[in-house]
């Protein structure tokens, strides 16, 4: 490398002395906090930075995928629904009316017969080894997979039968709740696998189809076993990690809470700022910039890509549990892609996707947008009509509240668009380095 060369580089890599747009944007925002303490006091505002925390796990997860190796996730609602599926499994009480029974061994055994119906169906479809034409391989296969699943869901329909009627549903393990959110991360991770490993090696956008359709069906799987999770009844209170508001009082169970989500955080952050650093993140960077080039230098591209979409998926299934967990309540009906997609999309859009110190921003910031975009649209309304009631004699209209809720869309409509117009590549965007 030439003289020259090498005090490019030495300029190029050196970063600013002093994050100026950082310091202000981070100002903005705990003035933002302030005013909402102010007005609308600790409990509610601390409940909102624990879940704006919880928010800020997720989209630290999408922006890993999208931001790291440009993989777009359209189904982080069925991830964040595992892992507040775990978080309930694992911290609900035990069901004595059900494990006190013969149900556990009869819902076993069935189990059991799905699983052996799996692998006969795996092992037909490797008969063409043994010499057998691959249309007829095929047509085995597909008969045999049809013929074991009405056997199965048969089987299966009866045993859930019996534990809805005599036990209501399975119940719980009766764990610390953290434990639930460890495994919903696992869980998360390990659906993150199968659809990667169908998908990854195809074009983006039938990773957005399979991850949009995998979350349906999780939602949908999760909403009807009521034997499992209660469907739409719900199944609450769920116990905290840590004393509960009967304990200390609201404001003080939550600050606790949001010390756990704030630590999670910090720790996660570091991570993925020595990984993004590492020799690892830069080769997934640099297949996200040129996949060619990336295979051609002898790296594993579909292997690599794969590890960062689980990686994400384990992220976002511990956010939800984390969530599930602070709101007390696991309802499969409230998991929304408005809620839990489109808003940790606009998030990662604002702070800017491949920068983790961004991302934390823009959920912080989104999330108060969402949050208070309601009360002061109600505000603006009713200010507007009591102005018109004196001056002009306007009646009242009778469904403000709902008139209110309906301005957080807008808001945030607004704000994305506003957002990919004068800053597309996020209020913080991701810093490359470029070597000369």
Request: proline fraction near 4%; aromatic fraction near 10%; glycine fraction near 12%.
């Amino acid at each position: 490398m030439s003289t020259q060369d090498k005090r490019r580089e030495d300029l190029v890599d050196t970063p600013s002395r002093f994050p100026v747009r950082e310091v202000v944007l981070f100002a903005a925002l705990l003035v933002a906090i302030l005013g909402v303490y102010a007005m609308m006091g600790t409990a509610y505002s601390t409940r909102m930075l624990v879940e704006a925390a919880c928010y800020a796990i997720l989209a630290l997860g999408l922006t890993i995928q999208w931001g790291y190796a440009g993989q777009f996730n359209a189904g982080v609602m069925g991830f964040v629904a595992l892992g507040g599926f775990c978080a309930m499994f694992f911290s609900v009480p035990v069901n004595d009316a059900f494990w006190g029974s013969e149900l556990p061994g009869e819902l076993g055994r069935v189990l059991l017969y799905g699983v052996a119906a799996v692998l006969v169906v795996i092992g037909a479809t490797r008969l063409d080894r043994l010499g057998v034409p691959k249309r007829l391989r095929t047509l085995i296969a597909v008969v045999l997979a049809v013929v074991l699943y009405l056997v199965v869901i048969s089987l299966m329909r009866e045993v859930t039968g019996e534990i809805q009627s005599r036990a209501g549903f399975v119940g719980g393990l009766g764990l610390p709740a953290w434990t639930g959110w460890i495994v919903g991360g696992a869980l998360a991770g390990a659906v993150g696998y199968f659809i990667g490993h169908i998908c990854l090696g195809l074009r983006s956008d039938y990773l957005a189809i399979a991850t949009l359709g995998i979350a349906e069906i999780i939602k949908a799987f999760l909403k009807n076993s009521d034997w499992l999770t209660r469907g739409t009844a719900t199944v609450s209170p769920l116990p905290w990690p840590t004393p509960g508001p009967a304990e200390l009082g609201f404001t003080l169970a939550r600050a606790l809470y949001l010390s756990i989500t704030a630590v999670m955080i910090a720790v996660i952050f570091f991570l993925l700022h020595r990984a993004y650093h590492a020799p690892w993140g830069r080769m997934i960077r640099a297949i996200r910039d040129n996949e060619t080039s990336a295979a051609a230098m002898g790296k594993d591209i579909n292997r690599r890509r794969l590890e960062i979409f689980v990686l994400g998926c384990i992220l976002m299934g511990i956010g939800g549990g984390a969530l599930t967990t602070f709101n007390s309540l696991f309802d499969p009906q409230g998991y929304l892609p408005l809620n839990h997609t489109f808003l940790v999309l606009v998030m990662v859009i604002l702070g800017g996707p491949g920068n983790n110190l961004g991302t934390i921003f823009g959920a912080v910031a989104v999330y108060i947008i969402w949050i208070m975009s309601e009360p002061l649209a109600l505000f603006l309304m009713q200010l507007a009509v009591s102005i018109g009631e004196g001056a002009f004699g306007w009646d009242a209209p009778a469904n403000m509240d709902s008139r209110a809720l309906q301005a957080r869309v807008f808001v945030i409509g607004l704000l994305i668009t506003l957002v990919l117009r004068f800053a597309p590549k996020g209020l913080l965007p991701e810093k490359v380095k470029h070597h000369g």
